[in-house]
C-alpha cells in the first residue's frame, strides 16, 4: 500500500490520525556488504537524514498501529466508548503507570467465561451462553458453583466454564479472538511487526559472518539482566509456584517479574514446535498485551542501559 499511495482507515473516523495517505518515497539503496567493506561508507548528511526520515516513519506506524487496535476496542466494546484516543505523553499521566497496574487487581471480581451454553431448568439455576461472563459468587463445591449474570444468581456445572485470570488485568470481549477474530489480524499482523520494526532500529549487527541479530535475544537478556537485580527472592517465588502449584492469585507480579516469566513460557512452550523468534516475538506481545502490560514492558527494556548499550 505504501508503493501505490493506499488510503488507511477511515479519514472522518479521528480528525487528527498522523497518516491517512501513504505516499511512495524514494529512498537512495543502501550499499552491499562487500561495497562496504571494499569502499567504505562515506554516505556522511545523506545517511543521518535517511535515518531520522526512518525513524519518523516507525513511530508514525507504530502510532497509527496503536489507534487501530484502540479503534477496534471501541467500536466492540461499549464499555470502551470513553477512551480518548490522543495519547497523554505527560510525566504525570506516565507516574500512574504502575499505580493503574496494580489497582486492577484491587477492584478484581473473580470471574469465568462460558465455554459452552448452558440451559435454566430450574429457579436456582443460572443460565448462560457460550461466551457469557458470569462474576463467580462462590466455589465452595468442586462441581457446581453459585454465580451471578445480569442481575439473576444460582448454580451452574464448573466445568462449562473457564476462570479468566484477571490478577493484573481485565476481561473484555474485543480482545478475545475466540468471540472477535479481528483482533488477531489486527495485533499479529499490524501491531507486532511495528513493534519489532521499533526494536529492531538500530541493533548493531553482527560482524562478517556473526551471530544472529534480533530483538528477541536482546529481549531475553534484558528479562534476565532485570530479575538478577533480586534473583533469590524472584527465582524462589516461581520454582516454588511450579513445583508446589501454589495459589498466586493474591500476588500481583512486578512488570520485570512477570517479563521474565512470559519469556521462559514462551520459550517453553515454542521450541518443542522449533519456532522461529518471529514467533516467539508475537507471541510475547501478545501476553504482554493479555496482561496490559506491554508499555511497562518496554519501560523495563529501556531501563536496560548495559543491555541495550551491547545492542
Not at 506516565?94 to 499505580?99: E, G, N, P, V
Not at 532485570?226 to 511450579?242: A, G, T
Not at 504482554?288 to 551491547?310: A, F, I, M, P
Request: hydrophobic residues 35%; charged residues 30%; aromatic residues 6%.
Amino acid at each position: 500500500m505504501a508503493d501505490q499511495g493506499g488510503l488507511v482507515g477511515n479519514p472522518d473516523a479521528v480528525p487528527n490520525l498522523p497518516k491517512q495517505h501513504l505516499n511512495r518515497r524514494q529512498m537512495k539503496r543502501s550499499k552491499s556488504m562487500l561495497q562496504a567493506i571494499l569502499f567504505g561508507n562515506d554516505d556522511g548528511e545523506d545517511d543521518t537524514k535517511s535515518k531520522n526520515i526512518r525513524q519518523t516513519e516507525i513511530l508514525v506506524d507504530l502510532r497509527e498501529a496503536v489507534l487501530q487496535v484502540a479503534r477496534h476496542f471501541i467500536n466492540v466494546d461499549p464499555k470502551s466508548n470513553n477512551v480518548l484516543l490522543i495519547a497523554d505523553y505527560t510525566m504525570e499521566s506516565h507516574a500512574k503507570d504502575h499505580d493503574n497496574y496494580v489497582n486492577v487487581s484491587r477492584t478484581r471480581k473473580r470471574r469465568a467465561k462460558a465455554l459452552l451454553d448452558f440451559e435454566r431448568h430450574d429457579d436456582d439455576e443460572l443460565g448462560f451462553r457460550k461466551n457469557d461472563i458470569i462474576t463467580i459468587i462462590s466455589q465452595k463445591d468442586e462441581h457446581c458453583w453459585v454465580g451471578e449474570l445480569n442481575g439473576l444468581r444460582g448454580w451452574f456445572p464448573a466445568k462449562f466454564v473457564e476462570l479468566l485470570d484477571e490478577r493484573s488485568k481485565q476481561y473484555t470481549c474485543a480482545g478475545d479472538d475466540a468471540v472477535s477474530e479481528a483482533v488477531t489480524d489486527l495485533v499479529r499482523g499490524t501491531l507486532c511487526p511495528a513493534v519489532k520494526a521499533v526494536l529492531e532500529h538500530g541493533m548493531k549487527r553482527p560482524s562478517f559472518l556473526g551471530g544472529p541479530c534480533h530483538p528477541w535475544l536482546f529481549i531475553e537478556e534484558a528479562s534476565n539482566r532485570e530479575v538478577e537485580k533480586d534473583f533469590n527472592s524472584v527465582y524462589s517465588r516461581l520454582v516454588l509456584c511450579k513445583t508446589y502449584r501454589l495459589d498466586e492469585d493474591g500476588k500481583v507480579l512486578t512488570p520485570e517479574e512477570l517479563l521474565y516469566r512470559c519469556v521462559q513460557s514462551v520459550n517453553l512452550t515454542h521450541d518443542n514446535a522449533h519456532a522461529q523468534m518471529d514467533v516467539k516475538l508475537r507471541s510475547l506481545i501478545c501476553l504482554g498485551l493479555n496482561e496490559q502490560v506491554l508499555h511497562l514492558w518496554l519501560e523495563v527494556l529501556c531501563s536496560c542501559v548495559e543491555v541495550v548499550q551491547k545492542w
